[in-house]
């Protein structure tokens, strides 16, 4: 099927009707963007050049199959709302039409002059690598602070050092810590930072902490801010909560020079009806292109529905495929992993990965420390170490 048109956003969908397919689609994406002509005479040659069209179609059977529609890039202010218009593009109304029986944004394609306008990882595999101070193919093994909530500061801490004395390279806050008056982010985003930084004084290890920041768009910023100047070398928060706008305010503001863990809570409620929706590998697109460095796969193994190789096989390419200047952005596998688990998804994802267990690091019969080098030596029986 032919994705990629020059000067379009080429957005491919899954469609079921009650009419003819292609017909259907004809309408479809004519609606979508010029809609009829309503002025006198004859159509502008601008009006002609502005509607989107059907560029391909896949039957899959009597009334459905997989579509590919054209949308003209000069429709939209690319250097101002690049984002905005292409979402706007291709998550329309139409889904609500009674003839589409089902309808599923699946995937789209940007020309190199579209994905320009975007900021994309700033820091990578690489980058990270760079920060940790460790070597290329090296597995990064890190983990999540647990319990998620009813946590002093204090507390947070002394779970963050244990891990990193352990040797863990990586430590993030659950998305429930909502920085609740018991243990507000700065605070907690101090103590956890100076006890990491006395942990890398006596062993060496280096890691990196993303504390929670989600908030509204308006504030955003501050949290981020706050957060870094507390001591985080790394951020998280909940795109999809907080606003894609927001990773790329974060991505692109010279004051937040960090890696961000675009966290993707929710997308489930956009993607798990068969057949409608927005497909997951859509959502990791667009928050690779926003700037986000880290994003969720549900770990092999694990514990949230459909998180086997059927959607990591989606999203595991979309993080990494070609988009212009964009960085590919690095796949946190996590979701019930732990020791047993963690060689296949090392085979799996290679060591271009996180690798982050929470309970099945704090639920370890030996403590954080036995959990941490469980997960470590699973590392290295799966990599002949």
Same mark, same amino acid.
């Given at each position: 099927?032919?994705?990629?048109?020059?000067?379009?956003?080429?957005?491919?969908?899954?469609?079921?009707?009650?009419?003819?397919?292609?017909?259907?689609?004809?309408?479809?994406? +004519?609606?979508?963007?010029?809609?009829?002509?309503? +002025?006198?005479?004859?159509?502008?040659?601008?009006?002609?050049?502005s509607a989107g069209y059907?560029?391909?179609?896949?039957?899959?059977?009597?009334?459905?199959?997989?579509?590919a529609f054209a949308y003209?890039?000069?429709?939209?202010?690319?250097?101002?709302?690049?984002?905005?218009?292409?979402?706007?593009?291709?998550?329309?109304?139409?889904?609500?039409?009674?003839?589409?029986?089902?309808?599923?944004?699946?995937?789209?394609?940007?020309?190199?002059?579209?994905?320009?306008?975007?900021?994309?990882?700033?820091?990578?595999?690489?980058?990270?690598?760079?920060?940790?101070?460790?070597?290329?193919?090296?597995?990064?093994?890190?983990?999540?602070?647990?319990?998620?909530?009813?946590?002093?500061?204090?507390?947070?801490?002394?779970?963050?050092?244990?891990?990193?004395?352990?040797?863990?390279?990586?430590?993030?806050?659950?998305?429930?810590?909502?920085?609740?008056?018991?243990?507000?982010?700065?605070?907690?985003? #101090?103590?956890?930072?100076? +006890?990491?930084?006395?942990?890398?004084?006596?062993?060496?290890?280096?890691?990196?902490?993303?504390?929670?920041?989600?908030?509204?768009?308006?504030?955003?910023?501050?949290? #981020?801010?706050?957060?870094?100047?507390?001591?985080?070398?790394?951020?998280?928060?909940?795109?999809?909560?907080?606003?894609?706008?927001?990773? +790329?305010?974060?991505?692109?503001?010279?004051?937040?020079?960090?890696?961000?863990?675009?966290?993707?809570?929710?997308?489930?409620?956009?993607?798990r009806a068969e057949g409608?929706?927005?497909?997951?590998?859509?959502?990791?697109?667009?928050?690779?292109?926003?700037?986000?460095?880290?994003?969720?796969?549900?770990?092999?193994?694990?514990?949230?529905?459909?998180?086997?190789?059927?959607?990591?096989?989606?999203?595991?390419?979309?993080?990494?495929?070609?988009?212009?200047?964009?960085?590919?952005?690095?796949?946190?596998?996590?979701?019930?992993?732990?020791?047993?688990?963690?060689?296949?998804?090392?085979?799996?994802?290679?060591?271009?990965?996180?690798?982050?267990?929470?309970?099945?690091?704090?639920?370890?019969?030996?403590?954080?420390?036995?959990?941490?080098?469980?997960?470590?030596?699973?590392?290295?029986?799966?990599?002949?170490?």
């Amino acid at each position: 099927m032919k994705t990629r048109q020059d000067g379009c956003l080429v957005a491919q969908f899954y469609l079921e009707t009650e009419g003819d397919l292609v017909e259907t689609a004809k309408e479809t994406v +004519r609606h979508e963007t010029a809609g009829k002509w309503d +002025r006198p005479g004859i159509p502008s040659d601008l009006f002609q050049r502005s509607a989107g069209y059907l560029l391909d179609h896949e039957q899959t059977g009597p009334k459905q199959g997989i579509i590919a529609f054209a949308y003209p890039l000069h429709n939209l202010d690319l250097e101002h709302s690049a984002f905005t218009g292409i979402w706007v593009s291709m998550v329309t109304g139409m889904s609500a039409m009674p003839n589409l029986k089902k309808y599923r944004l699946l995937d789209f394609t940007l020309p190199e002059e579209a994905s320009a306008h975007f900021p994309g990882p700033r820091f990578g595999i690489e980058g990270t690598r760079k920060i940790l101070r460790i070597s290329e193919h090296e597995p990064i093994i890190g983990t999540i602070v647990k319990p998620t909530v009813g946590l002093t500061a204090d507390e947070v801490a002394v779970i963050c050092g244990e891990a990193a004395a352990a040797g863990i390279k990586f430590i993030k806050d659950d998305e429930r810590m909502m920085n609740p008056a018991y243990c507000p982010l700065k605070e907690r985003v #101090a103590k956890v930072a100076q +006890r990491l930084r006395q942990v890398y004084e006596e062993t060496g290890n280096k890691v990196i902490y993303a504390p929670h920041i989600t908030t509204g768009p308006d504030k955003i910023l501050d949290n #981020a801010k706050i957060a870094v100047e507390a001591g985080a070398n790394a951020l998280m928060f909940v795109f999809i909560a907080a606003g894609f706008e927001s990773l +790329r305010l974060v991505a692109e503001s010279p004051d937040i020079k960090v890696p961000i863990y675009a966290h993707c809570c929710g997308k489930e409620h956009w993607s798990r009806a068969e057949g409608q929706g927005i497909d997951p590998r859509v959502v990791a697109k667009l928050a690779r292109m926003m700037g986000g460095d880290y994003f969720r796969i549900g770990a092999l193994g694990g514990y949230f529905a459909k998180h086997e190789v059927g959607e990591a096989a989606v999203l595991k390419p979309a993080l990494a495929e070609a988009m212009g200047h964009l960085l590919p952005a690095v796949p946190a596998v996590s979701g019930g992993l732990d020791p047993g688990n963690l060689g296949d998804n090392i085979r799996y994802f290679g060591t271009d990965a996180l690798f982050l267990a929470g309970t099945g690091i704090a639920r370890h019969p030996d403590g954080i420390r036995g959990g941490v080098r469980a997960m470590a030596e699973a590392a290295s029986a799966v990599l002949g170490g």
